[in-house]
């Protein structure tokens, strides 16, 4: 399998994507950058954290129309998986591949701290695995399991109307949410003020997910954490099942 | 011609500037002041005069109708 870490200009965790990637996962990667138009070689395709075009407008308003972003909305609906970290969640947003916006955080403060976020649905390609971590344990999905990871943004307040969010949680879409380090759902825990303390969510199709909380800063002892790689683990799992899956069949002429 | 476009968060929409700006507007001595809503306001220079182009600019790109209501003046 094949994964493209996408360059917008402004992007600034495209590094520590391709690292993750590439070193903790071995896997086979690429950065690419937004002005190509097609990234149909590729079976993940991540879209890293940062200000691209500097947050002009809104975030993510001004990346949305960037070439890359046809070739991703095609990938998109063809099944392919598609994840969004940070200013990534904001341009998928942006680009209507995952419902709702992200405003500006409620305390208008740029919030920078290790989250709690709590896992609300282990059944997706993002959320199912299971990972070794430092000293020969286990990390492994179940609904409730606390992830430990960064967060850095200025707008991760989440909206969406009301018939959204029903949607949201009536399909389990919503996959992590802020939550103390108990594990419960408090006001208190939710760094920006977001809707129902929601940290990520998945499209209705299951393979674009967007998250505000930074799992690549999450995955190695020497950060503090490594609770972010159930999130690639799994993500990268999914997509060598989708490889092997589609792989091409000898066609007959 | 000139486009003059206004983007306002939408009134459902909590706008966290607004809150804060009432809040310091109370402080500085109007606590009459009841609420704040802090928007965008562009001025467009622009040789043709496409005004439906301009609408589908507005929902597009200078607005997010997900959060945001726009409204569009267009000079002669």
Redesign the interface.
Known sequence: MKAAVIRFPGSNCDQDCYYVLKNTFAIDTEYVWHKEASVEQFDLIVLPGGFSYGDYLRCGAIARFSPVMRGVAAEAARGKLILGICNGFQILCEARLLPGALIRNRSLHFVCEHVHARLENMETAFTHAEVAIAGGKLLTARTGLLLRMPVAHGEGNYVADEATLRDLHRNNQILLRYADARGAVTSGANPNGSADNIAGIVNRAGNVFGLMPHPERACDPLLGSEDGKLIFQSVIESAMKKTKSSSPITKRT | MKAKVTVM?KK???D??GV?VRDAMRHHGLPEVRSVRIGKFMEIDVDAADEAKLHEICRD??S?P??EDYELQVEA
Request: without cysteine; aromatic residues 0%.
């Open positions: 968060p459902s929409v909590l966290p500037q804060a790109l200078l997010n997900v959060i």
